[in-house]
């Protein structure tokens, strides 16, 4: 118990010290530059939502438990996350709220999207298992007993705030741009990602699923498809301005001759 909690308050000492001194060095290199506060709140929003994915890599990896990760690090980043979001909007940071609000909310339909894929293809045989119901049970840490009502409120809690984490962090560092980006990065990037993944290998199917049959990955593969033209779609449509994360360092302003003037618009300088 006692190296439990040391070794938890070693993380959690770590992780604050990296957000503070990440910031302050940040904050030392551009403190003359006009979108200082928007850099920061943007790099800390996507480090509070990149944290969730993460999970499915460090714990089947044995780095960590999923009830820590999920209860130190997941949870403490949805907080902050929705601080973050509050704070942009009575503050009108309008683009920073506007993109973290789209990103969140096309990440959550496009979960639906790709459960609707995901659920077929378990229903028919072709996945060895339901994912949600399995974060729950090693969240919970449950796994003999087998899933119950709490553990499957937070597998699927899990699962679609990760899916919300993947448009907001598409939304965050990419802003508004065709639909083919976001299905690109769902199709190839999170596909891949999860096709070698620890957690394929501690189900026991391997890469790409090559030690259950090819079902699985096309599975897969039509159900992040299906995820990345839903997230796409929504975020074309809703998301207000064009420019990625880059614009708000110095030199992206300079080298884009642009001066950000409002909500998605600009003006030439």
């Keep these: 118990m006692i190296d439990k909690l040391l070794y938890t308050s070693i993380i959690l000492m770590a992780i604050v010290a990296f957000i503070v001194g990440g910031a302050l060095v940040i904050l030392g290199l551009i403190k003359r530059h006009r979108h200082t506060k928007e850099l920061l709140l943007t790099l800390i929003a996507l480090a509070s939502a990149g944290v969730s994915p993460n999970l499915t890599v460090f714990s089947p990896a044995g780095f960590i438990s999923w009830s820590t990760y999920f209860w130190y690090l997941v949870v403490p980043g949805f907080i902050v996350f929705i601080g973050i979001l509050i704070y942009a909007y009575v503050s009108s940071e309008q683009r920073l709220f506007n993109q973290m609000w789209v990103g969140m909310w096309a990440g959550f339909a496009a979960t639906i999207a790709l459960d609707i894929v995901r659920l077929t293809g378990f229903k028919l045989g072709y996945m060895p298992g339901n994912m949600p119901r399995m974060f729950g049970v090693m969240i919970w840490g449950n796994m003999l007993e087998g899933p119950n009502a709490l553990s499957d409120f937070i597998g699927y809690t899990y699962h679609f705030w990760n899916g919300c984490a993947f448009g907001i962090v598409y939304a965050l560092i990419f802003g508004k741009t065709s639909w083919i980006g976001p299905l690109i990065y769902s199709a190839v990037f999170v596909e891949t990602g999860m096709m070698i993944s620890p957690a394929m290998l501690s189900m026991g199917v391997g890469p790409f699923g090559i030690n259950f049959g090819p079902e699985l990955f096309i599975v897969s593969l039509l159900a992040?498809?299906?995820?990345?033209?839903?997230?796409?779609?929504?975020?074309?449509?809703?998301?207000?301005?064009?420019?990625?994360?880059?614009?708000?360092?110095?030199?992206?302003?300079e080298r884009s001759g642009e001066v950000l003037t409002g909500y998605g618009q600009t003006s030439r300088g």
Excluded: N, S, W
């Design 224 to 253: 992040h498809i299906a995820m990345g033209i839903v997230m796409g779609v929504i975020l074309q449509r809703y998301v207000r301005d064009r420019g990625t994360i880059l614009k708000l360092l110095p030199f992206g302003e």
